[in-house]
C-alpha cells in the first residue's frame, strides 16, 4: 500500500475515534442531567410579563434562586420539604426511616391542613404537619424582594439539621418592578381575572412609619376581594401580646384581620366589594421586610335569587336555588337549580335566569281531603285515590286508574257547584231573609201609627163636650 494511502487511511480512523469519543461524552452528559429541571410559565401583566418557576432539589446542598430579568424580583409561592421523598438525594426512603433521629417529634405531626379563622385562612404550623413541612418563612427572611439569592436549607432554616435529606419543592415569581404598586393612600380597582400587587414602601429592606400608610381596595358591586400575603414581616409583638405597629384589613368599620410580626401565606376574604387596609407604624422607619401581597375578585359575584325561590344552599364556588312549593323553573321544570362558579364565571348567565312559575296541578296530600271533595258530588269512583289538579286536565290516580272524561265532568260540575252555586245562593238566602224582617218591622210600625191618632182625636172631642161653668 502507498505511503499516501496509510496516512490518509490513519487519518480517518483518527477522526472516527474523536467523533465517537465525543458522542459517547455528549451522551453520557445526557444521561447525567437532572431530571428535576425548572418549570418556567408566563404570565401577562399590566407591567410586563411574570416568569412562574418550580424546582425540586436535595435538602442537603444550596439553592440559587434568580431572576432572569433584572427589573423583577423574586416572591415566594410555595416552599415544602418532603419527608417521604427521597429519590432526589439518591436515598432509599425505607433505609432512611431506620436512621431518623427524630422519629418522636415526627410521630407526633398530623396530616397538613389549613385553618380558617375568622376572614383569613392561615396554613397550619410546621409543627402540625406530617410528610410536608413549609418553609416559607425562611425563604422569605432569605430571598423574598431579592432579584437573586442562594438558600441553605440545614443553615437558615430553624431545626433543619436534625432532618434527613428530603426533597426540597419550591415555587416562586419573577415579577416585574413596574407591576407593583408602592405607593400610599390609593384608591384601587379589582378587576375580575385580573388583579394585582402592592408592597409597603422600601420592601424588603425596610418599612416607613409615623403617619398611616393605607389603600382601599373596590371592585364591582356583588363581588367579594380576597388579599393574599405572600410575605408579612413587620416589629414583633411586645412581651405582653400588645403589637406596636400593625397590618389592620377593615370592611365598613369591622376588622377583618389585624396582626404583627411575621406570617406567610395568610388570605383576608371581604364579605362585601369594598376594603380598606392600613399599615400603622410608630417609628419613622423600620429594619423589617414590611409587606408584600397580593389582590384579587375571590370567585364568582353574588347572585340574587330568582323570584319565587330562594337560596338552598350558598358556597364560594355554588348556588343551589329551589323553587317554593307547587312552583318549577319555566324552563327545566324541575324545583332546583345548581350554579357552578368557573374561571370567576357562573355556569350560565345571572342575568336572565327564569323565575319560578306555578304548576298546571296542585296535589291534593291527604286521601280525606279527596273523600270529602268527592262526596260533595257523589264521586266515589276514585276511591282511595288522589285527585291531582282542579281543571279539565285533571288526573286522578288509584291503584293505576286514570279519570275518564265522565269522571272529569262529574269533578268539573262539583268545583262549579262548591265554587259558585252554594255561595250564589247563601247570599240570596241573606238577602230574602234582610227583606223580611225589614217588612215585618215596617207593617208593625204602621199598624201603631193609626191607634195612638185616634187617641188625641178622642181626648180632644171630650174636652169639647164638656159644659161652661
Same mark, same amino acid.
Given at each position: 500500500?502507498?505511503?499516501?494511502?496509510?496516512?490518509?487511511?490513519?487519518?480517518?480512523?483518527?477522526?472516527?475515534?474523536?467523533?465517537?469519543?465525543?458522542?459517547?461524552?455528549?451522551?453520557?452528559?445526557?444521561?447525567?442531567?437532572? $431530571?428535576?429541571?425548572?418549570?418556567?410559565?408566563?404570565?401577562?401583566?399590566?407591567?410586563? *410579563?411574570?416568569?412562574?418557576?418550580?424546582?425540586?432539589?436535595?435538602?442537603?446542598?444550596?439553592?440559587?434562586?434568580?431572576?432572569?430579568?433584572?427589573?423583577?424580583?423574586?416572591?415566594?409561592?410555595?416552599?415544602? *420539604?418532603?419527608?417521604n421523598l427521597t429519590?432526589? !438525594?439518591?436515598?432509599?426512603?425505607?433505609?432512611?426511616?431506620?436512621?431518623?433521629?427524630?422519629?418522636?417529634?415526627?410521630?407526633?405531626?398530623?396530616?397538613?391542613?389549613?385553618?380558617l379563622k375568622g376572614n383569613y385562612i392561615v396554613d397550619a404550623e410546621d409543627e402540625q404537619r406530617f410528610g410536608v413541612v413549609d418553609i416559607r418563612q425562611s425563604l422569605n427572611r432569605r430571598c423574598s424582594g431579592q432579584k437573586h439569592c442562594r438558600y441553605n436549607l440545614i443553615t437558615d432554616h430553624p431545626s433543619a439539621v436534625y432532618w434527613n435529606p428530603a426533597t426540597l419543592r419550591l415555587k416562586y415569581a419573577c415579577i416585574p418592578e413596574a407591576a407593583v404598586k408602592r405607593y400610599c393612600n390609593e384608591e384601587l380597582k379589582v378587576v375580575s381575572g385580573e388583579g394585582g400587587f402592592i408592597n409597603s414602601p422600601g420592601y424588603p429592606l425596610y418599612y416607613l412609619g409615623e403617619n398611616t400608610c393605607g389603600w382601599t381596595f373596590r371592585s364591582a358591586p356583588g363581588h367579594r376581594i380576597v388579599l393574599?400575603?405572600?410575605?408579612?414581616?413587620?416589629?414583633? $409583638?411586645? &412581651?405582653?401580646?400588645? !403589637?406596636?405597629?400593625?397590618?389592620?384589613?377593615?370592611?365598613?368599620g369591622r376588622t377583618l384581620f389585624e396582626n404583627c410580626g411575621t406570617v406567610v401565606g395568610v388570605k383576608v376574604i371581604s364579605n362585601s366589594n369594598v376594603i380598606t387596609l392600613d399599615l400603622v407604624a410608630t417609628k419613622r422607619l423600620?429594619?423589617?421586610?414590611?409587606?408584600?401581597?397580593? *389582590?384579587?375578585?375571590? &370567585?364568582?359575584?353574588?347572585?340574587?335569587? $330568582?323570584?319565587?325561590?330562594?337560596?338552598?344552599?350558598?358556597?364560594?364556588? &355554588?348556588?343551589?336555588?329551589?323553587?317554593?312549593?307547587?312552583?318549577?323553573?319555566?324552563?327545566?321544570?324541575?324545583?332546583?337549580?345548581?350554579?357552578?362558579?368557573?374561571?370567576?364565571?357562573w355556569n350560565e348567565s345571572v342575568i336572565s335566569m327564569p323565575s319560578c312559575t306555578a304548576t298546571s296541578a296542585v296535589i291534593l296530600k291527604t286521601e280525606q281531603e279527596h273523600q270529602r271533595i268527592s262526596s260533595l258530588s257523589g264521586d266515589n269512583i276514585l276511591g282511595a285515590g288522589v285527585r291531582i289538579g282542579r281543571g279539565e286536565d285533571a288526573v286522578a290516580v288509584s291503584n293505576g286508574n286514570t279519570m275518564d272524561s265522565a269522571q272529569s265532568a262529574m269533578m268539573k260540575q262539583t268545583d262549579y257547584v262548591v265554587d259558585v252555586v252554594l255561595p250564589t245562593v247563601l247570599i240570596a238566602l241573606l238577602f230574602v231573609g234582610n227583606a223580611i224582617i225589614v217588612y215585618i218591622i215596617f207593617q208593625y210600625r204602621k199598624r201603631k201609627v193609626p191607634s195612638m191618632e185616634q187617641g188625641e182625636e178622642m181626648s180632644l172631642r171630650n174636652a169639647a163636650e164638656v159644659p161652661q161653668v
Open positions: 500500500m502507498a505511503p499516501g494511502a496509510t496516512a490518509l487511511t490513519s487519518l480517518l480512523l483518527l477522526l472516527m475515534a474523536m467523533a465517537a469519543r465525543c458522542s459517547s461524552t455528549k451522551s453520557i452528559l445526557a444521561s447525567t442531567q437532572s $431530571p428535576f429541571a425548572k418549570i418556567l410559565k408566563g404570565v401577562r401583566l399590566p407591567g410586563g *410579563y411574570m416568569e412562574v418557576v418550580q424546582e425540586d432539589h436535595c435538602s442537603q446542598g444550596a439553592v440559587r434562586l434568580t431572576c432572569r430579568s433584572l427589573k423583577a424580583f423574586i416572591f415566594i409561592l410555595e416552599a415544602e *420539604y418532603l419527608t429519590h432526589i !438525594c439518591g436515598y432509599d426512603a425505607q433505609k432512611l426511616m431506620a436512621k431518623k433521629t427524630y422519629k418522636s417529634r415526627a410521630n407526633s405531626l398530623s396530616l397538613k391542613k389549613k385553618e393574599t400575603f405572600h410575605d408579612l414581616n413587620i416589629r414583633e $409583638p411586645e &412581651s405582653d401580646g400588645s !403589637c406596636v405597629d400593625i397590618v389592620r384589613v377593615r370592611e365598613k423600620y429594619s423589617a421586610r414590611g409587606f408584600f401581597l397580593q *389582590y384579587q375578585v375571590l &370567585s364568582c359575584p353574588d347572585v340574587s335569587a $330568582p323570584n319565587g325561590s330562594y337560596v338552598l344552599n350558598g358556597t364560594l364556588t &355554588s348556588r343551589t336555588f329551589l323553587c317554593k312549593f307547587g312552583t318549577v323553573f319555566s324552563d327545566s321544570k324541575e324545583r332546583t337549580r345548581i350554579l357552578e362558579c368557573k374561571n370567576g364565571k
